[in-house]
Structures are given as C-alpha cells and as structure tokens.
C-alpha cells in the first residue's frame, strides 16, 4: 500500500503533489468521466481533486491507500459537481468513443458492456466502475464511498445480475 507523506514529512510538498498527478491522473480522469458524463466536469472534478487532496496532505492518516484516498476524493468532488450542474445528456452508447484515451483501446466487446454499465443506476455503476476498471478491492471500494463491504459486495452482485440480464442474448462479437 503507498503511503503519503504530508507535507511536513516530505521534502517537497510541490513533489509529493507532481508524483500522485502523474500516477493517478488518466484513472482518476477515466473515473470522473464515466460518473459525470462529461470530458470538461472530469477533467474539472480531476483538478479539483488534486487540489483538495494537496491541501489535505498533512491530515492524510495513511488508512488506506493513495489510490484509494484520491478516489474518495475524486468521487465525492464529482457528486459536488452534480448537484451544483445540471448534466447535460449524453447517449450512453457514445460513452466509449468520447473516454479519455486508455492505455489500450477498448474492444468491440468492450464497447458494448461499457455501454451498458453506463445504463446501470449511479450506485451499482460506481461499483463497476471502481472494481473493475480501477482494479479496487471491496475494502477500498468501501472505504471510497463511505458504505460497508457488505453494501459494495450487494450491490455488486445486483450489478452483474442487471448486466447479465440485459447482455443475454446479445452476441458481443457482432
């Protein structure tokens, strides 16, 4: 687990800073988007959480993970997005086309099950989203949005049978 140190532990609070920037940005940016629907909200949120987790360095207690801090953070400052701006609709089968660049490009297959976690309500969609393409454990995914394991680990579980439902019958490979 990686551990931050505040700014009064660190030698550079600006290094600190560059170094979680560098490894965190395109997930936490991939993550923003697929919950706000948006590439210029994300790229807003991503900031915004930088900033936030910056200026909270010297009160990160070392809990939990960075990546895992940084994601509470990230999907708390996209809910304070939502509510402060009403989302303009987006076609949730253009989702995979307007995603920031992956470091591989999604798959046909892919495409289509993106699509439909993107159909998914917003809190069976934040499991997905932080378990499978942030490769979150349940503990951090729990941790993030301030549930218990048991509720990620249901909703989860509803999450897959909804998918599961609504790709039955569908050839992916069309």
């Given at each position: 687990?990686?551990?931050?140190?505040?700014?009064?532990?660190?030698?550079?609070?600006?290094?600190e800073l560059e170094r979680l920037v560098l490894r965190y940005q395109q997930p936490?940016?991939?993550?923003?988007?697929?919950?706000l629907r948006d590439r210029a909200l994300a790229e807003d949120a991503v900031q915004e959480t930088f900033l936030k987790a910056y200026r909270s360095l010297a009160s990160f207690r070392g809990e939990c993970s960075e990546k895992t801090w940084l994601m509470k953070i990230a999907m708390n400052t996209?809910?304070?997005?939502?509510?402060?701006?009403r989302l303009r609709s987006i076609d949730p089968r253009?989702?995979?086309?307007?995603?920031?660049?992956?470091?591989?490009?999604?798959?046909?297959?892919?495409?289509?099950?993106?699509?439909?976690?993107?159909?998914?309500p917003r809190k069976?969609?934040?499991?997905?989203?932080?378990?499978?393409?942030?490769?979150?454990t349940v503990t951090e995914i729990a941790i993030?949005?301030?549930?218990?394991q048991s509720s990620v680990s249901g909703r989860l579980k509803r999450a897959r049978e909804k998918l599961r439902t609504l790709l039955?019958?569908?050839d992916l490979c069309e």
């Amino acid at each position: 687990m990686s551990r931050i140190k505040g700014p009064d532990q660190a030698q550079d609070p600006s290094q600190e800073l560059e170094r979680l920037v560098l490894r965190y940005q395109q997930p936490l940016l991939r993550t923003c988007f697929l919950y706000l629907r948006d590439r210029a909200l994300a790229e807003d949120a991503v900031q915004e959480t930088f900033l936030k987790a910056y200026r909270s360095l010297a009160s990160f207690r070392g809990e939990c993970s960075e990546k895992t801090w940084l994601m509470k953070i990230a999907m708390n400052t996209c809910c304070d997005l939502r509510r402060a701006h009403r989302l303009r609709s987006i076609d949730p089968r253009r989702i995979p086309d307007l995603l920031p660049q992956a470091a591989e490009p999604f798959a046909q297959e892919e495409e289509a099950l993106v699509t439909q976690v993107m159909q998914l309500p917003r809190k069976l969609r934040e499991v997905v989203l932080l378990y499978y393409y942030q490769n979150m454990t349940v503990t951090e995914i729990a941790i993030s949005l301030g549930i218990s394991q048991s509720s990620v680990s249901g909703r989860l579980k509803r999450a897959r049978e909804k998918l599961r439902t609504l790709l039955e019958g569908r050839d992916l490979c069309e």
